[in-house]
């Protein structure tokens, strides 16, 4: 059955026909055309498809898109400003924190979902915080640098 979903998505209201069932990953991806967030292991494993509703950190590939109806939703093509980096995209940029990069929409959404609740956030938050986000080719500890490099940004003014 197809039902309108109102929401608004990096910023901008929109409005689609969606059919009950269609996760939230599937209408970003196919409905939305926004590609960034990535489908993994498809079963709330990974992270990789992590996304920001109302700030928190979702995971889009268990949640029905119908149950995000009039929330706000941020993907990971919300955070360019201007086509300037966020202070998560530059921490990861500038800390060399991915290798191939699939993981990292997901990894730098988590991570600007707590930088959004807690700009001063210890490098303890953050392991814990990321703690379900799988990467398959780094080690973490660049990961982690990248984000408290965020964190660094985040006090000179940047936006998470
Ligand atoms: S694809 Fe959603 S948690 Fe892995
Ligand atoms: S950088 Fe390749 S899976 Fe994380």
């Given at each position: 059955?197809?039902?309108?979903?109102?929401?608004?998505?990096?910023?901008?209201?929109?409005?689609?026909?969606?059919?009950?069932?269609?996760?939230?990953?599937?209408?970003?991806?196919?409905?939305?055309?926004?590609?960034?967030?990535?489908?993994?292991?498809?079963?709330?494993?990974?992270?990789?498809?992590?996304?920001?509703?109302?700030?928190?950190?979702?995971?889009?590939?268990?949640?029905?898109?119908?149950?995000?109806?009039?929330?706000?939703?941020?993907?990971?093509?919300?955070?360019?400003?201007?086509?300037?980096?966020?202070?998560?995209?530059?921490?990861?940029?500038?800390?060399?924190?991915?290798?191939?990069?699939?993981?990292?929409?997901?990894?730098?959404?988590?991570?600007?979902?707590?930088?959004?609740?807690?700009?001063?956030?210890?490098?303890?938050?953050?392991?814990?915080?990321?703690?379900?986000?799988?990467?398959?080719?780094?080690?973490?500890?660049?990961?982690?640098?990248?984000?408290q490099h965020a964190v660094a940004l985040c006090s000179a003014a940047a936006l998470p």
């Amino acid at each position: 059955m197809a039902r309108i979903l109102q929401l608004t998505l990096n910023g901008r209201a929109r409005s689609d026909a969606i059919s009950e069932n269609v996760l939230l990953l599937d209408y970003l991806r196919e409905i939305a055309g926004l590609t960034g967030t990535k489908t993994g292991c498809d079963g709330g494993e990974c992270g990789a498809c992590t996304v920001l509703v109302d700030d928190q950190p979702r995971l889009s590939c268990l949640t029905l898109a119908g149950t995000i109806d009039g929330r706000r939703v941020d993907t990971v093509e919300s955070l360019l400003n201007d086509g300037r980096l966020s202070a998560v995209q530059r921490g990861f940029h500038e800390k060399l924190g991915a290798q191939c990069g699939y993981c990292k929409p997901g990894f730098i959404m988590a991570a600007a979902g707590l930088l959004r609740r807690n700009p001063r956030t210890s490098e303890d938050e953050i392991r814990e915080d990321l703690g379900s986000n799988i990467c398959r080719c780094t080690g973490y500890v660049k990961i982690i640098e990248a984000v408290q490099h965020a964190v660094a940004l985040c006090s000179a003014a940047a936006l998470p």
